[in-house]
């Protein structure tokens, strides 16, 4: 009861709570729940999120600690742009070794993965940390790096916004534009798509998946520029694999997934009051968005059964 | 000038293979049947608290039952969505990999004493077999190894020998190739993908059972550390056979110690560079490998 009162008080209960806490950690989930989703769309399983946000918040903060004079208007424009190429890069890796060498993207993701997390352990380590050499972490980022507030007094920043502005514009090129149908093709069936749609399934598959880990570098970006103002080793708790449940949760829809990332944006927000306050480890919520996933799974699959029962 | 590296890292990358080739072999059964288990990760990590707690009541060999019963639990969700409810099996897995870091995280920080937390747990140390570990350089490493090891050299063979030559071997192989061929031969394909599934979780939790109880000593959050997932790359790269996974968990284990190596032969590279290494190298030989891999035809559907 303890533990529900504080998980409450953490995620929904006080105006501070929402705008500082949940809507803070819903911001990365969005942006690496769409870049989930719309990997899936097209039937690439892009597991690797994690990486790829990883490296989207390496290339962000290389940017910001290589500029620091430069104007807020031209630095984080830079830093939102370094953070997309970073993430695209690294699912690039993936997406080329599935279509040069046949290697399966859900285990080469998984591998790239550990990469990025040893990557980034030697860069707040070496390269990119701090000038004392004291603490695995990089210095703070200059005023004008720093993304600003959306309200005065609360801590919800501007990747907020891209996020939703992304979920949008997804939604808007998914169901409303030729190429977005071609991608939904290819997810559907992609030999049918080829033979009667005259679909390069291979081409599209590529361009998906290099989108799809530009999205998670931006969540990346987005952590740096807008929460720690600095780069660290455990910059995602595991922000890249949430999002599977994020994506799947809103049925893959960029619409839904603006609303599964406040979801789950408010469990992580509880969950961390839960620990401050009741003792209760954070690692709980896993075991609820584990839960999520299986009766999400279970659900789709009753009502599968549903309509081919009605059928026959 | 052998003693000091060659040896050493050869016993560091038999010692570091033998949880990877358990998790491993039990993979490549339910793959052989056409499921891929990416809750392996999860299934380990149930597998070393499992073992932790068993430990703590019975002794080291209670322990590797309460590993195989730990990992046989956390199978035995996996198969009743993947085999009955017919559910997504790569999103299935991954929603069981949170679930067991999930439990066993949280178990670790509510109720430390029950996996041994600040208390020695019985361990099963090296048994030395006399004459064969005094073979020079690859004696130690092959034969003074705690007995889970020397359980291995039995399995590979009677794995690959049950595979290759028997009725149910190739039953479970037909159920990976064709599921509808196998049921016209009166064969039960649920039955079937549900008992791989079954003895994968076992295997599994035998992994996280030898990490906690013949190497590391204690339970630690989080400590199967992506070995669920390298077993998955094993079996890929040992292309479904039960030698070439033992031999691709060896390659593994080399990657892995290659860092105790170049620590004595007194390289100056930043050690995230071997953090990588195994990663990096499943990678190159995946890549290599194009083409000649031989998949289950039914994998993942």
């Not at chain 1, 929402?18 to 969005?30: D, E, G, I, K």
């Not at chain 1, 430069?70 to 939102?80: E, N, R, T, V, Y």
């Not at chain 2, 897995?93 to 937390?117: E, K, Q």
Request: aromatic share 10%; with cysteine; hydrophobic share 55%.
């Amino acid at each position: 009861m303890e533990a529900l009162l504080a998980f409450w008080d953490g995620a929904v209960g006080s105006s501070y709570a929402f705008w500082s806490a949940t809507l803070v950690r819903a911001t990365p989930l969005l942006l690496v729940g769409l870049a989930v989703a719309v990997a899936f769309r097209a039937g690439v399983l892009n597991i690797g999120a994690e990486g790829q946000l990883v490296l989207g918040a390496i290339a962000a903060s290389g940017v910001a600690l290589a500029f620091p004079s430069w104007p807020s208007l031209l630095l984080i424009p830079a830093m939102i742009a370094g953070g997309a190429a970073g993430g695209a890069v690294w699912a690039g890796i993936a997406a080329w070794l599935r279509h040069r060498f046949g290697v399966l993207e859900v285990i080469s993701t998984i591998m790239l993965n550990f990469v990025a997390a040893a990557f980034i352990s030697w860069m707040v380590r070496g390269p990119l940390q701090e000038p004392t050499k004291v603490y695995p972490m990089s210095v703070s980022f200059s005023e004008s790096a720093r993304w600003p507030f959306l309200l005065s007094g609360q801590r919800t920043h501007l990747g907020l916004l891209l996020g939703v502005f992304a979920a949008l514009l997804l939604w808007f090129v998914l169901t409303r534009t030729a190429a977005g149908f071609r991608v939904r093709a290819i997810g559907a069936g992609a030999a049918a798509a080829e033979s009667a749609g005259g679909v390069d399934a291979r081409g599209l598959r590529w361009r998906v998946f290099v989108a799809s880990g530009a999205l998670a570098g931006l969540a990346g970006a987005s952590e740096v520029g807008g929460v720690t103002w600095a780069l660290y080793e455990g910059i995602s708790p595991g922000y890249g694999y949430t999002a599977i449940a994020v994506a799947l949760l809103a049925r893959l829809d960029p619409r839904g997934v603006v609303l599964t990332a406040l979801f789950f944006g408010a469990l992580e927000a509880g969950g961390a009051s839960m620990q401050r306050n009741a003792g209760v480890p954070a690692v709980t919520v896993q075991i609820i968005t584990a839960g999520v996933l299986l009766s999400v799974l279970a659900f789709a699959r009753w009502r599968v059964g549903q309509r081919e029962g009605s059928l026959s | 000038m052998l003693e000091l590296t060659l040896v050493p890292f050869l016993e560091a990358a038999v010692r570091t293979a033998t949880p990877l080739a358990f998790a491993a072999l039990g993979e490549l059964v339910a793959e052989r049947a056409g499921v891929i288990n990416l809750g392996l990760e999860g299934t380990i990590i149930a597998g070393c608290l499992g073992g932790a707690a068993a430990a703590m009541f019975g002794g080291a060999g209670v322990g590797f039952i309460g590993a195989a019963a730990a990992g046989l639990a956390m199978a035995l969700v996996f198969a009743v969505f993947v085999v009955h409810v017919k559910t997504d099996q790569i999103i299935t897995g991954t929603a069981l990999t949170l679930l067991g870091l999930g439990i066993t995280g949280s178990i670790y920080h509510l109720r430390p004493a029950l996996v041994g937390a600040g208390t020695s747990l019985p361990t099963t140390g090296p048994v030395a077999i006399p004459l064969l570990s005094e073979i020079p350089i690859v004696g130690s490493a092959l034969f003074a190894q705690p007995w889970p090891t020397y359980s291995l050299y039995l399995m590979v063979p009677a794995l690959a020998w049950w595979l290759a030559r028997t009725q149910a071997g190739l039953g479970l192989r037909a159920v990976g190739e064709h599921p509808e061929a196998a049921a016209a031969a009166g064969l039960s394909p649920q039955r079937i993908r549900f008992a791989a599934i079954c003895f994968s979780g076992a295997m599994g939790g035998l992994c996280g059972g030898t990490l906690v109880l013949a190497q590391v000593g204690s339970f630690n959050e989080g400590m199967s550390a992506g070995r669920g997932f390298i077993a998955i790359a094993i079996v890929v790269l040992g292309r479904w056979t039960p030698w070439g996974t033992a031999g691709a968990a060896l390659v593994f284990g080399g990657a892995f110690a290659f860092q105790y190596l170049a620590q004595s032969l007194g390289l100056g590279w930043p050690y995230q560079l071997f953090l990588a290494m195994p990663y990096v190298l499943t990678l190159a030989l995946l890549a290599a490998q194009r083409g000649r891999a031989a998949a289950p035809a039914h994998l993942g559907r």
